[in-house]
């Protein structure tokens, strides 16, 4: 488990939505049918969390405006693509939250999108690939 890396895993390409785009632009460019978890990107290009998309069609009409930056989850939970497969269940169980952001260490970029499903598939793949081995 200690070699399956994240960047193996994680699906790149991950929708990705401006932190300063409008909610009502945002619902258009993601419709409830589509992805269902964006991921945010800040100033520089920097990852700033994840919108549901649920929850933000949930909010489309409220009174208030809403920025997405407020619907952001995760904002401090994110992975990097030389994680374990066994920091990344740890990792969603501390987040509480069923996707996580790849991202650069260094530089903030959005790399790719792991979900908790596709991780716990693949460690419990993994483990029993490895008690096959063990065992025979």
Known sequence: LHRLKVERIMRRGPPVASAGQPLD???????????????????AGRYAGLVVVSNAHANL???????????????????????????????????????????????????GLLSENQALRRYSEELYRQERERWG
């Open 61 to 111: 009409g409220s009174k208030a405006p809403v920025d997405l930056t407020s619907l952001a989850v995760a904002r401090d939970h994110w992975l990097q693509p030389t994680s374990t497969l066994g920091e990344a269940v740890r990792l969603f169980a501390a987040a509480e939250t069923d996707a996580l952001a790849v991202v650069d260490a260094r530089t903030g970029a959005i790399l």
């Open 25 to 43: 632009a945002f619902c258009r460019e993601f419709p409830l049918s589509g992805a269902p978890v964006v991921v945010l990107r800040g100033e």
